[in-house]
């Protein structure tokens, strides 16, 4: 079976621009979890998506925001770029969204914004 | 806030010696405290969870313990290998409002040495 894959892996943005993530969960999954990052702040919880309906959302700026579409893939935007938004994007998907869940990560995207 | 301490930062040791890491989390209630194995480049993967009426729980030469009286686990690695070398993160799950948001420490940077 095939793991969560995530596109584009690599990718270079300036100051001000927006950029689009998508994740393919793995097949049968339907809760899919966003995660940024970072050296510094290490991982931090972006949002969960779980039947195309965001259930959790974690404390991050309105500049980023996501959505499921119904084949449970799932895509990430951040808008008006800023330097600090330099991170590896990592994607997680699960069967269900119960707390136990095992959540099996991608590969991540990593960003860089200049 | 709730927090997720780990330690050391970062820990080197010889292939075939044992090697216990450290995690103090703050978050109360909790539902479960996860280890997690990320290889350089690549997303976390799932070593153990544990209940906080768990006290123990292995994974093969992977040993995670709990004392939930404390707010400590630990991950013991057991005759190290190679492929060992990773950074080790602590989560926690919090529960406040039904959202279980999870809480990441910045992880335990280990490299086994031949």
């Known amino acids: 079976k095939a793991g969560v894959t995530q596109t584009p892996r690599y990718l270079i943005k300036t100051r001000g621009q927006q950029v689009t993530l998508s994740c393919s969960p793995i097949?049968?999954?339907?809760?899919v979890s966003w995660y940024q990052q970072t050296p510094g702040q290490g991982l931090q919880f972006l949002f969960e998506y779980f039947s195309e309906t965001q259930r959790n959302k974690g404390n991050f700026p309105g500049r980023f925001s996501g959505r499921q579409f119904s084949n449970s893939r799932s895509e990430m935007n951040v808008s008006t770029l800023e330097l600090g938004d330099s991170a590896l994007y990592l994607c997680?998907?699960?069967?269900?969204?119960?707390?136990?869940?095992?959540?099996?990560f991608g590969p991540g995207t990593r960003l860089l914004v200049l | 806030k709730n927090q997720v301490e780990q330690s050391p930062q970062s820990l080197i040791i010889l292939e075939g010696k044992n090697c216990t890491l450290q995690?103090?989390?703050?978050?109360?209630?909790?539902?479960?405290l996860r280890w997690y194995k990320q290889d350089t480049g690549r997303g976390p993967v799932s070593l153990t969870i544990?209940?906080?009426?768990?006290n123990t729980k292995s994974n093969g030469r992977y040993t995670a313990t709990l004392d939930a009286d404390t707010k400590q686990s630990s991950l013991h690695i057991t005759a190290s290998q190679l492929s060992d070398s990773a950074s080790y993160i602590c989560?926690?799950?919090?529960?406040?409002?039904?959202?279980?948001?999870?809480?990441f420490g910045r992880g335990t940077s280990l490299i086994v040495h031949p």
């Open positions: 995690c103090n989390y703050t978050v109360s209630p909790f539902s479960n």
């Open positions: 544990m209940t906080f009426s768990e």
């Open positions: 997680a998907s699960s069967r269900g969204q119960g707390v136990g869940e095992t959540q099996y």
């Open positions: 989560v926690v799950r919090d529960p406040s409002g039904g959202s279980y948001i999870p809480t």
């Open positions: 097949s049968g999954h339907r809760s």
